[in-house]
């Protein structure tokens, strides 16, 4: 990690090398905590956060679903969220919001009297999955994990603890020689992979899992809305494995991967074996949208 030089510690910018907690911090031993990963890129007109409210409106989504009440408004963690990349003087960077419960008692019952904290870092960070992956497509394997059951956890809820499921899978690809996991639901069919939505692609059509089992991701939102721009039919649907391998082009969503295809999946090659006409058409808009480069969907950009 390329450290930064300031990280917003419950209202007060302090030095990155003084942003400490407790060892007996409660989160760090439940994993009860809310966090987002946002993206700030560099364009034309200057650096600007793409999505930032709908990030900040998951993230007190998140904190209502675990029961958090968050001591800073919407407002003031926007704002806070700018200061950080004004104050680490970045022009692209990788943003992480992160509400916690803090140093006061143990227990798994969190009490009223145990502080609520918030901590907002920002440093760069170049593509999730590699850039020859982006350019060329990533290799993926069917994990033996499932991902949560919506009885068991709420996957709409970007809870840190939820993430142990993610770690697992990935440990357990990577291991085997991929670059990435794809979970399926308690039911058998697919869900996403470990930190990012999945779609797939079949005769001109793109399809991806509904929010039964999977996170609610905002570039998800925005691949919906740039193939709707270009006329595709997008629908939310259940699909197994075997529709998957049929499918023409698969490609992943996520603020940390943005738009990666994949060309191979369980030892199958995905269509041609290499990214489709739509997964690029698609990733080449993505990437106009964010670095202010197209003004289509300029909404979704606050300058720094």
Same mark, same amino acid.
């Given at each position: 990690m390329q450290e930064g030089s300031k990280i917003w510690m419950d209202g007060t910018l302090v030095d990155w090398k003084d942003?400490? !907690?407790?060892?007996?911090?409660? =989160?760090?031993?439940y994993g009860l905590g809310m966090f987002e990963g946002i993206r700030c890129y560099k364009g034309p007109q200057g650096s600007a956060i793409f999505r930032l409210?709908?990030?900040?409106?998951?993230?007190?989504?998140s904190a209502n679903i675990g029961m958090v009440h968050v001591p800073f408004s919407k407002e003031e963690i926007s704002t806070a969220i700018l200061n950080v990349v004004r104050a680490n003087a970045l022009d692209a960077c990788y943003i992480r919001p992160l509400i916690y419960l803090g140093y006061g008692e143990m227990g798994l019952y969190p009490s009223e009297n145990l502080p609520v904290r918030v901590a907002i870092a920002a440093w760069p960070w170049g593509t999730y999955l590699g850039e020859d992956g982006l350019l060329n497509g990533i290799r993926a394997k069917v994990s033996s994990y499932a991902r949560?059951? !919506?009885? =068991?956890?709420?996957?709409?809820?970007?809870?840190?603890?939820?993430? !142990?499921?993610?770690?697992?899978?990935?440990?357990? !690809?990577?291991?085997g020689g991929y670059d990435e996991a794809i979970l399926l639901d308690t039911d058998g069919y697919v869900a996403e992979a470990t930190g990012e939505n999945i779609f797939i692609v079949r005769r001109g059509r793109l399809k991806t899992p509904p929010l039964q089992a999977v996170l609610e991701g905002i570039t998800r939102n925005s691949v919906f809305q740039i193939a709707r721009d270009f006329g595709f039919t997008v629908k939310e649907e259940r699909f197994g494995r075997d529709e998957m391998y049929s499918a023409d082009e698969v490609f992943l969503t996520g603020t940390a991967a943005e738009i990666t295809p994949l060309k191979e999946i369980d030892n199958r090659a995905i269509g041609e074996g290499k990214p489709g006409p739509i997964t690029k058409k698609i990733q080449c808009s993505y990437f106009d949208t964010v670095s202010g480069k197209s003004d289509t969907h300029s909404d979704?950009?606050?300058?720094?």
């Open positions: 942003a400490h !907690v407790h060892v007996l911090t409660h =989160s760090l031993h409210s709908d990030h900040v409106d998951r993230l007190f989504a949560h059951h !919506v009885n =068991s956890n709420m996957p709409l809820a970007k809870i840190s603890g939820y993430y !142990v499921n993610s770690i697992m899978a990935k440990q357990e !690809v990577k291991r979704w950009l606050t300058p720094v």
